[in-house]
C-alpha cells in the first residue's frame, strides 16, 4: 500500500466569491464507517461554481474544499467501514454528490436516499474532491472496474448518474425522441450519450458552433441554437421527428427561461424533467394547455446507489463517450471563469497531482 502523508494539495475558499486558494492542508481521517480515497482525477460540476457563488438557498459549509466527481484508489479504511466486503483497500471508487445518508429514514430504507434529510453532500457541506484525499461513506462510494481509466469515468459519477436517472424518469421509451436543453455542456454531453445507449433519438439546444459541432458527433438528430432562433417553441417542434414535439424534455441548463419554454413544445402527454439548477428561478407553465396536453413537469436529483452503478456500467461497457479536457488541480480559477462565460463544450476534468 502507498503511505498516507500528513499533508496534501487541495483548492479552498472560505467566503463566497472570495479567492481559490490552492495550498497545503492536512490529510483528513476516516471515521468508523469511511472510507480515504486518493482522489486521482475530479470533474468540475456547474454546482461547483453554484457552491463557490453562494447562490443556491442551502448554506454551504466553510472554508470549502469543493467538488463531487472524484475517482481514486481506497487508501484507508474505517474500523467498520471493510466489515461487508463491498469496499477493500487497493479498490477504484468514486466519491460522489452524496458522500452520505443515515440509510434508515423512510426515503432511505426505499432507495430514494438523495431526499435524506440527514444527506452530507462532496464539496458542499462536507469537504469534498478538489483535493488529494477525500473521505465518504463506505455505503456509498461508488465501486469502478479497474480497467476503466479514473480521468474519463470521473464527470460520471455527478453528470453521469445525474442524467441516466433523469433520462429513467422521463419515461420516454426506446425509438422516442428525447430535447436535451443544455446539451453542449457537462451533463448535456453526457445526457447525449446515455439517451443514445439507451435508445432514444436526441435533439439538442445550446449555442454556438463548437458545441453544435459536438452535439452533433455526439448522435444529436438535430442542433437548434438558442441564441439564433427567433422563435425557439416552433423550431423545437419542427425538429422533432413527426413535428408534434419531443417525447420528454431534460432541463440542465443554468438561465431560467427554458424552464418557461419547455411546457410549450414538450409533445402532449410528454414529460418536462428539470434537473438545472439556475439560481433563483422559478417554473411556469401555462395552465390550460398543461392539463389539455396531459404533460407531466417533474424534478429530478441525482440518483441512488444503484443508479450510479448502472452508470458507470454503461460506461464502462463503451457505451459512453463524451468529450473532456484535462487540466491540473491548481488550474480551477480558469475553468470556473470558463464555466461561467458559457464557453466549456463538455467537461473539465482535473488531475489532483498538477
Ligand atoms: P455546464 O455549465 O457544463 O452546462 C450548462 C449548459 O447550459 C451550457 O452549455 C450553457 O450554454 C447551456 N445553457 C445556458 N442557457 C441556456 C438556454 N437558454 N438554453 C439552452 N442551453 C442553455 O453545467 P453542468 O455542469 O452541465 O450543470 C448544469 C446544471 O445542472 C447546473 O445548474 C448544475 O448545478 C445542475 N446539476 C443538477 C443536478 C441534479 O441532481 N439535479 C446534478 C448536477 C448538476
Ligand atoms: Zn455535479
Redesign the pocket.
Known amino acids: 500500500m502507498t503511505d498516507i502523508p500528513k499533508t496534501q494539495w487541495a483548492q479552498v475558499f472560505e467566503s463566497h466569491n472570495g479567492p481559490l486558494e490552492y495550498k497545503q492542508i492536512p490529510v483528513p481521517t476516516p471515521g468508523p464507517d469511511e472510507v480515504l480515497v486518493n482522489i486521482k482525477y475530479t470533474g468540475?460540476?456547474?454546482?461547483d461554481?453554484?457552491a463557490w457563488q453562494g447562490d443556491w438557498p442551502l448554506d454551504v459549509k466553510l472554508p470549502l474544499v469543493g467538488g463531487h466527481e472524484g475517482a481514486g484508489v481506497v487508501v484507508a479504511l474505517g474500523e467498520m467501514a471493510g466489515q461487508n466486503g463491498r469496499v477493500k483497500l487497493g479498490d477504484h471508487a468514486g466519491v460522489k454528490?452524496l458522500n452520505g445518508s443515515c440509510l434508515s429514514c423512510d426515503f432511505c430504507e426505499a432507495s430514494d436516499e438523495?431526499l435524506c434529510a440527514k444527506a452530507s453532500l462532496s464539496g458542499y457541506t462536507v469537504d469534498g474532491t478538489f483535493q488529494q484525499y477525500c473521505v465518504a461513506k463506505a455505503a456509498h462510494v461508488s465501486i469502478i472496474p479497474k480497467d476503466v481509466p479514473l480521468d474519463a469515468v470521473a464527470p460520471i459519477l455527478?453528470?453521469g448518474i445525474?442524467v441516466y436517472?433523469?433520462l429513467k424518469e422521463s419515461g420516454a421509451k426506446p425509438g422516442q425522441c428525447v430535447a436535451i436543453?443544455?446539451?453542449?455542456?457537462?451533463?448535456?454531453s453526457l445526457a447525449l450519450q446515455y439517451a443514445k445507449a439507451m435508445g432514444l433519438q436526441t435533439l439538442a439546444?445550446?449555442?454556438?458552433d463548437d458545441?453544435r459541432k459536438m452535439c452533433e458527433e455526439l448522435g444529436a438528430r438535430a442542433f437548434v441554437d438558442?441564441s439564433k432562433s427567433s422563435n425557439l417553441v416552433e423550431d423545437v417542434k419542427k425538429a422533432s421527428p413527426d413535428g408534434l414535439g419531443p417525447h420528454a424534455v431534460i432541463l440542465?441548463?443554468?438561465?431560467e427561461?427554458?424552464f418557461q419554454q419547455a411546457a410549450d413544445y414538450v409533445r402532449a402527454r410528454g414529460s418536462v424533467v428539470?434537473?438545472?439548477?439556475?439560481a433563483h428561478a422559478s417554473l411556469k407553465a401555462d395552465v390550460f394547455s398543461t392539463v389539455t396536453k396531459m404533460i407531466n413537469i417533474k424534478?429530478?436529483?441525482?440518483?441512488n446507489r444503484r443508479d450510479g452503478a448502472e452508470a458507470i456500467d454503461f460506461f464502462a461497457r463503451g457505451l459512453i463517450n463524451a468529450p473532456y479536457k484535462v487540466a491540473g488541480l491548481s488550474e480551477l480559477p480558469k475553468v470556473f471563469e470558463l464555466?461561467k462565460a458559457?464557453k466549456?463544450?463538455?467537461?473539465y476534468v482535473l488531475d489532483t497531482s498538477k
Not at 436543453?181 to 448535456?188: D, I, N, P, S
Not at 439546444?205 to 454556438?208: L, T, V
Open positions: 468540475v460540476c456547474h454546482t461554481l453554484h454528490w438523495p455527478c453528470a445525474t436517472k433523469g436543453v443544455g446539451a453542449g455542456g457537462g451533463l448535456g439546444i445550446d449555442a454556438g458545441k438558442f440542465l441548463a443554468v438561465s427561461k427554458p428539470c434537473i438545472g439548477l439556475p424534478g429530478s436529483y441525482v440518483g464555466m458559457g466549456i463544450a463538455g467537461r
